[in-house]
């Protein structure tokens, strides 16, 4: 892949009932030339309008992919990736770094009725997670609006070293800046 290349990576941090959601435009190259913030409800279901927010705020028609890192942000905040998708006109790659059971179970757990409802139908509509070897480690990733030879060639160009996509590691980074600045801001 180019170096030039661009891709906006989204990471979420959270200590109470808003999480901060960090996007990082980051070049293959590792180089970070852009930055976006927003929050959404912890144990919600706005993490998928915030992310579809994000890219807008920052107005780059030079990224071509969107990483997510994850999911179920923010307590169970279940992104829908089509939309997403849909939303930007990009393919989005979510990428996982733990292997689970999946997450119907613990979603069961925390919620009932309608919440529960709500949550897993936007889960059972998102591709099934593949496992990846990325610089000797394992990460899992769901891809749509692109196919998965290419969602793998992307993973691994934006991971120079270790096993997380510099534009996630990036954004996590942020996220969590931006969370102690509005905690901060809030005593």
């Known amino acids: 892949m180019k170096p030039g290349v661009r891709a906006l ?7 109470e009932r808003r999480s901060t959601l960090a996007g990082a435009v980051t070049r293959a190259s590792r180089v970070a030339d852009g930055f976006a913030f927003e929050t959404c409800t912890v144990g919600g279901l706005d993490a998928t309008d915030a992310i579809a927010d994000l890219f807008s705020a920052l107005d780059r028609e ?12 923010a307590w169970y905040n279940v992104v829908d990736l089509h939309r997403v998708h849909e939303a930007t006109d990009r393919p ?6 733990e292997e689970s059971p999946g997450l119907v179970a613990a979603l069961e757990a925390e919620f009932d009725g309608e919440a529960l409802e709500r949550r ?7 591709p099934p997670r593949e496992r990846l070897s990325v610089n000797d480690q394992t990460v899992f990733v769901r891809s749509v609006g692109v196919d998965a030879g290419e969602a793998r060639d992307a993973v691994r160009a ?6 997380r996509p510099e534009p996630l590691r990036v954004a996590r980074l942020a996220a969590r800046a931006g969370d102690d600045l509005r905690r901060g801001g809030d005593e």
């Open 120 to 126: 897993t139908d936007v889960l059972e509509r998102q």
């Open 92 to 97: 989005v790659v979510s990428v996982t770094f």
């Open 158 to 163: 934006f991971t120079p070293e270790g096993g």
């Open 62 to 73: 030079d990224v071509r992919y969107v990483f997510v890192a994850g999911i179920a942000l």
């Open 9 to 15: 990576g989204v990471a979420e941090s959270y200590r």
